[in-house]
T-cell receptor, first 114, second 114 residues
Framework: KAGVTQTPRYLIKTRGQQVTLSCSPI?????VSWYQQTPGQGLQFLFEYFSETQRNKGNFPGRFSGRQFSNSRSEMNVSTLELGDSALYLC?????????????FGPGTRLTVL | SQQGEEDPQALSIQEGENATMNCSYKTSINNLQWYRQNSGRGLVHLIL?????REKHSGRLRVTLDTSKKSSSLLITASRAADTASYFCATEADRGSTLGRLYFGRGTQLTVWP
């Protein structure tokens, strides 16, 4: 079974621009979660989608948004980029059946904002 | 915050030695999971221990959980240079709107010297 894939792997943007990151979950998985990893804040939960619906959301500003498609693929968008948005963005997929579901992570997208 | 804390932040050992990492958390949990990350890449799931379990083994890994002390430990026996990585504990709460949400600690950087 193919693992979680994320595209692109690396991205360089300038302040004020917007960016869209993509995540394809493991086949059969219906839940996709997004995390931001920075040296200062560590791993922070952004949001989780299941069957095209956002079920859970972390404490990030509205500039961070996401969506999920009917094939469970997910995208996250960051508008009006700030320098502090530079981070490794990780997505994870799971079956979404409930608590205790193992989350399988992708390789991440490294975003650099200049 | 439910975020866990790993201890130590960094650990340096020789091949063949055992490595022990500890994790403490703050609130009631459904389960605790350990992940490994190689140099800013994706997270690899190692083991999940549920709140009603006290110890779990997987290969060279041994995880313990003490819910009364809100702490867990990860033991890697007979370590190898290939075990060099960052190790994170992540908790999943047992109440509230927590579906798909893991709370991560800051991680322990393990270096195993040949």
């Amino acid at each position: 079974k193919a693992g979680v894939t994320q595209t692109p792997r690396y991205l360089i943007k300038t302040r004020g621009q917007q960016v869209t990151l993509s995540c394809s979950p493991i086949s059969g998985h219906r839940s996709v979660s997004w995390y931001q990893q920075t040296p200062g804040q560590g791993l922070q939960f952004l949001f989780e989608y299941f069957s095209e619906t956002q079920r859970n959301k972390g404490n990030f500003p509205g500039r961070f948004s996401g969506r999920q498609f009917s094939n469970s693929r997910s995208e996250m968008n960051v508008s009006t980029l700030e320098l502090g948005d530079s981070a490794l963005y990780l997505c994870a997929s799971s079956s979404g059946q409930g608590v205790g579901d193992t989350q399988y992570f992708g390789p991440g997208t490294r975003l650099t904002v200049l | 915050s439910q975020q866990g804390e790993e201890d130590p932040q960094a650990l340096s050992i020789q091949e063949g030695e055992n490595a022990t990492m500890n994790c403490s958390y703050k609130t009631s949990i459904n389960n605790l999971q350990w992940y490994r990350q190689n140099s800013g890449r994706g997270l690899v799931h190692l083991i999940l221990i549920r709140s009603n379990e006290r110890e779990k083994h997987s290969g060279r890994l041994r995880v313990t959980l003490d819910t009364s002390k809100k702490s867990s430990s990860l033991l890697i026996t007979a370590s190898r240079a290939a075990d060099t990585a960052s190790y994170f504990c992540a908790t999943e709460a047992d109440r509230g709107s927590t579906l798909g949400r893991l709370y991560f600690g800051r991680g322990t950087q393990l270096t195993v010297w040949p």
